[in-house]
């Protein structure tokens, strides 16, 4: 992880840290082999610190997480969801410009 600011969620603590979080929070749904993920990365990186504070943020492998990938229905990635509410309020499939997840960010804090 490039920065302190993004968590790492797993099978294991993502009911906790998601769906049980008293604000929103933002998934990116990984994977080791995927290039546009790795080319996400420092943009999902640089919004973690810029919404510290008002917005967690995550990232999620789907190869070593199978069971909330499932549960989401992740078939493609790189895939960004933000929970709010322990509910999906917002998904982005795809390799995303940092403005326009901005955007998607503003509207939900």
Known sequence: MATEN???FTDGNFDD?????GGPVLVDFWAEWCGP???L???VDALATEYAGKVTVG???VDEN???SFKFQIRGIPTLLLFKGGQVVESVVG???KDDLKK???KHI
């Open 6 to 8: 993004v968590q790492t």
């Open 17 to 21: 840290s998601v769906l049980k979080s």
């Open 37 to 39: 993920c790795k080319r």
């Open 41 to 43: 990365g420092p943009t």
């Open 59 to 61: 990232k999620l492998n």
């Open 66 to 68: 199978p069971n909330v």
């Open 95 to 97: 390799l995303a410009g």
């Open 104 to 106: 998607v960010l503003d």
